[in-house]
């Protein structure tokens, strides 16, 4: 006799209660202050660029290489740019120190996503500085951090939990990158794959509430359409093209180990250095001012740049130098601890590992290498391939590239994790002695039962195990909801009932029984099997026609 299924009624996909609308109406003010803030880095960055290299008065953003400058300024001026911020770091806040993820990582992880308020100010104005004279950094990193401290701010006047402050923290955050680039779905994208450490509609619907607000609120602000508009055409591609897509992202997760290893090298050697860190920032902007006497195009965050490597007008010789001085200067800089971020620098470098493939790869339409190439770095140096693949779609609007953009990241992106424990992102974070995990999954305790597991109740009679002041949970109630149970009454053993007679125990479980959904799921990851046989197949076929002839 076939046994009655369990009536689950209540238990769903998702686990959601109304209190979601209240966060989604808390995220969406957070979405248009955050755009406000990319939009006011943006200029800041702008006016100081404008001062500094042109001395004129402008918030329009300009490259500081774009004309010939004396050796002096650039020289000088990012140290200065640099010993600015070592200053605000020491007398404000070290929190502004860094290229603004693994500060809000670090935030939710260990902080109850809290974030000091004098950090919303200091931050986007300790980047524009360093950016502005000259710094090789993005603005995303800093607006990124801008934003969350702006929600979590925001989530700290009100009365909410710490979950809920990550939430709204995260919602800044995405809301703020996608107001700078315009780009709504990697915003959100990089928040699932970053920032929340969760698949879950409490914080998936807030986030993309914000990003949809944030990127309203920009086109009055910065307009719309790609930010780096490519040339439209046919891509002409091939089973030899798709060959090749794996082996840009191949190089391309190599080059992003070489920038993530230097990284470290360079804030391990600073480390050792007899002086105090409010000082490396200048000697920092030592290191970017040789480089700019180099090729003064690798100064600033380069969205010129970017745009020329993609549209293929950008000579082999500057390629060539933006590839090795940008990646250099940005690297050995950022170990030093001054302000800026990774997104921007990781386009050029990869659009300029792209460039110089395209010298020797098929052509398949303009652009289409360096592109490849920023979508491998990327998602080789941000561990975040699907990031990478629709941050450069969104920039570009190259939709068709979306098969190729995949390969080459996602080879990328393997390279990354097989040879490096940790990115650029989380590396700071476990140096400061924290774990944290990128890999999403079911837990094995929320698709068994209770009743799968417990003691029945004749056995717990004779153990002598009938307490009624033992909690109480149901034979149809997940092993993940017993185990919350244990840990708030703080009991390792509780009673177990039916649904429909709570007042009848029918057994016990135990906090050693717990541990059956676990060894299920090392049982599935561990234990090889062959299920099937050549042989089977044969006879399986035979069956089936045999079946039909009937």
């Not at 561990?526 to 035979?542: F, I, V």
Request: hydrophobic residues 50%.
């Amino acid at each position: 006799m076939t046994a009655r299924p369990r009536d689950l009624h209540h238990l769903g996909d998702f686990d959601v209660s109304p209190r979601l609308l209240a966060i989604t109406a808390f995220a969406l003010p957070i979405g248009a202050l955050s755009a406000g803030v990319a939009w006011c880095l943006l200029r800041l960055i702008g006016l100081i660029t404008n001062l500094v290299f042109y001395q004129r008065f402008g918030t329009a953003l300009v490259a500081p290489g774009e004309i010939h400058h004396s050796p002096f300024l650039i020289l000088m001026a990012p140290i200065c740019g640099g010993l600015v911020v070592g200053l605000m770091a020491r007398f404000g806040s070290e929190k502004i120190r860094g290229h603004g993820i693994p500060e809000a990582i670090e935030s939710i992880l260990t902080g109850g996503s809290r974030i000091q308020p004098r950090v919303a100010i200091l931050k986007p104005i300790a980047s524009a500085i360093t950016i502005g004279t000259g710094g090789p950094f993005g603005a995303e990193g800093p607006i990124i951090m801008t934003g969350g401290a702006f929600g979590s701010i925001f989530a700290q006047l009100m009365h909410l939990t710490a979950d809920e402050r990550k939430t709204l923290l995260v919602a800044g955050a995405a809301a703020g990158m996608a107001a700078t680039f315009d780009a709504p779905l990697a915003s959100v994208m990089l928040a699932v794959e970053l920032l929340l450490f969760e698949w879950r509609p409490r914080s998936f619907i807030p986030v993309a509430a914000a990003v949809a607000v944030g990127t309203v609120v920009r086109v009055p602000l910065l307009g719309s359409g790609p930010i780096f508009p490519m040339p439209s055409g046919e891509l002409h591609l091939d089973a030899g093209t798709y060959a090749l897509c794996i082996v840009t992202g191949a190089l391309g997760g190599v080059l992003a180990l070489i920038a993530t290893w230097l990284v470290y090298l360079s804030e391990d050697s600073f480390e050792r250095l007899p002086i105090h860190w409010m000082w490396w920032p200048a000697i920092g902007g030592l290191i970017i001012g040789l480089g700019g006497l180099i090729v003064p195009q690798a100064l600033g965050v380069g969205y010129d740049v970017i745009d020329a490597e993609l549209n293929g007008t950008l000579a082999l010789n500057l390629i060539i130098g933006i590839l090795i001085v940008k990646t250099l200067i940005w690297s050995l800089s950022l170990g030093s601890g001054t302000s800026g971020g990774v997104l921007a620098p990781m386009l050029m470098i990869g659009g300029a590992l792209g460039g110089l493939e395209a010298q020797v790869f098929p052509h398949v339409a303009t652009g289409f290498w360096p592109l490849v190439g920023l979508a491998g770095v990327l998602g080789g140096v941000m561990r975040s391939p699907l990031t990478g693949v629709v941050f450069a779609l969104e920039l570009t609007h190259r939709y068709e590239a979306l098969l190729p953009l995949l390969i080459g990241a996602t080879a990328a992106y393997a390279i990354s994790i097989l040879i490096l424990r940790r990115s650029v992102l989380t590396e700071k974070v476990a140096r400061r002695g924290l774990h944290l995990t990128r890999e999403y999954s079911v837990d094995p305790l929320e698709v068994l039962f209770v009743g799968d597991v417990m003691t029945d109740v004749g056995e717990a009679a004779a153990n002598g195990n009938g307490d009624r002041e033992t909690p109480l949970v149901f034979s149809d109630d997940t092993l993940r909801h017993a185990a919350y149970v244990m840990a708030d009454s703080g009991r390792t053993e509780l009673l177990v009932c039916e649904r429909a007679r709570p007042g009848e125990p029918v057994g016990t479980i135990r906090l050693e029984q717990l541990l059956t959904g676990r060894l299920r799921d090392l049982d599935e990851e561990r234990h090889r099997t062959r299920e099937l046989r050549p042989l089977d197949l044969l006879a399986s076929k035979r069956a089936e026609k045999a079946t039909v002839g009937r």
